[in-house]
C-alpha cells in the first residue's frame, strides 16, 4: 500500500462506516457517507481531465507535475470534502484566503495555474472579477450557501454535480509521492505555494507518528490506531483556509476522529464556539495565540458554560500570553 491521505481516510471509513466524521450543525456527515460524496468528486474531476500529468520522479523539487483545484471557501463540509475528492483524483487542492480582493486572488491564481475552482456562492462577485485575468479553469464548482447567487456562466452547481457522478473507487493509483500544497500569506511577502510529499505530510503534519515519535509506516497502521485510540471531537477555531486549521482537520480524519465545525464560520464568534463546546462534547480545541485566546477567556467570564468534555487545547501559529 501507499500512504496518502485519501487511502488513509478510506481504510478508515471502512473500518468505522458509521462513525461521524464531519459535523456542522444539523449536518452530520459519517465516514462512509464521506467516502462516497468524496469518490463521487475525484470521478468529476477525472471526467474534466483534472489529475496527475507527470510523475514526481522527473521534475524538480519545486515543480507540480499534478492539476491544481483552488478552494474558496469559509469552514465547511465542502472545504474538506474539496481536499480529499482533489487528492483521490491525484490533484493537488490548495487554499485560497477569501479576504483577497479581486487583484490578490488573480496574482495567486496565475501563480497557482488552478484547473478547477470550488467557491461558495458568496464568493461568485469578486470571482467574476478575477475570472477574464487567469487562464480559464477547466471547471467551475459553485458550493450553494443560502446566499443565493446565480451560478457564474459555465459553472456547476456542487450537489448537482456530485449527484450526477458515479461513487465508485477512482480509477487512479494513488502515490506517496503525490502533493500536499498550502499558499502562505503577507507575511512572507507575496503568497507562495509551499509543497510537502503526502507521505512526508501525514508524518510531520497529519499526525502521522505514534508515542514514541516514530512514522506510522502504513495504511494498515493508521486504522489500527484509529480502533485502538480514544475518540476525540475535534473543534479547529481558525478557517481551514489556514495551514493549522486544514491540517488540523485532516489530523482528526486520519485518526478516526470527528471534525466539528462552528456555525458562525465567517469571523471569530465566541459565544458559538462556547456553545458548540458545549453542545457537541468538544475534547479539543485548537486556538491561535491571543487573538483567539483573549476574547475566548472573556467570553467564558461572561457567563456559564459547560466545559466538561474538554481535555486539550492546541496553540499554534501565534504564541499566547501568560
Known amino acids: 500500500m501507499t500512504l496518502t491521505i485519501g487511502e488513509v481516510q478510506e481504510a478508515i471509513a471502512t473500518a468505522l462506516p458509521d462513525r461521524e466524521a464531519i459535523v456542522h450543525g444539523a449536518r452530520r456527515i459519517c465516514y462512509a457517507e ?3 460524496r468524496t469518490r463521487r468528486l475525484a470521478n468529476l474531476f477525472l471526467a474534466h481531465g ?3 500529468h507527470t510523475d514526481r520522479d522527473t521534475l524538480q523539487g519545486w515543480e507540480s507535475g499534478q492539476d491544481h483545484v483552488a478552494v474558496l471557501m469559509h469552514n465547511c463540509p465542502e472545504y474538506i470534502e474539496t481536499l ?3 487528492y483521490k483524483a491525484r490533484a493537488v487542492p490548495f487554499n485560497v484566503n477569501y479576504r483577497y480582493v479581486a487583484e490578490e486572488m488573480a496574482y495567486l491564481f496565475r501563480d497557482a495555474g488552478p484547473k478547477a475552482i470550488v467557491y461558495q456562492a458568496k464568493f461568485a462577485a469578486v470571482l467574476a472579477e478575477v475570472l477574464p485575468r487567469i487562464a480559464p479553469p477547466v471547471l467551475l464548482l459553485q458550493v450553494a450557501d443560502g446566499s443565493d447567487a446565480a451560478l457564474l456562466p459555465g459553472a456547476l452547481d456542487y450537489e448537482a454535480a456530485l449527484a450526477g457522478t458515479a461513487a465508485t473507487k477512482p480509477d487512479v493509483t494513488p502515490s506517496a509521492d503525490d502533493l ?10 507575496m503568497p507562495k505555494g509551499v509543497l510537502w510529499r503526502q507521505a512526508d505530510c501525514l508524518a510531520a503534519n497529519l499526525d502521522g507518528r505514534d508515542r514514541h515519535g516514530v512514522a506510522i509506516p502504513d495504511v494498515a497502521a493508521f486504522v489500527a490506531r484509529a480502533r485502538k485510540r480514544t475518540h476525540n471531537i ?3 477555531a481558525p478557517p481551514f483556509m489556514h ?9 482528526a480524519l486520519c485518526s478516526g476522529n470527528t471534525v466539528v465545525i462552528s456555525n458562525v464560520p465567517d469571523r471569530l464568534d465566541t459565544d458559538d464556539l462556547l456553545d458548540t463546546i458545549a453542545r457537541e462534547r468538544i475534547t479539543m480545541l485548537l486556538l491561535i495565540g491571543d487573538a483567539y485566546g483573549r476574547p475566548l477567556a472573556q467570553a467564558a467570564r461572561n457567563r456559564d458554560h459547560d466545559f466538561s468534555s474538554l481535555r486539550l487545547i492546541v ?3 501565534a504564541i499566547m500570553s501568560p
Not at 180 to 189: A, P, Q, S, V
Open 234 to 236: 475535534v473543534l479547529p
Open 50 to 52: 483534472i489529475s496527475i
Open 84 to 86: 480529499l475528492g482533489a
Open 315 to 317: 496553540n499554534t501559529g
Open 243 to 251: 495551514g493549522a486549521g486544514c491540517q488540523t482537520a485532516l489530523s
Open 180 to 189: 500536499y500544497c498550502m499558499y502562505t500569506g503577507g507575511t512572507t511577502g
Open 34 to 36: 464521506l467516502t462516497d
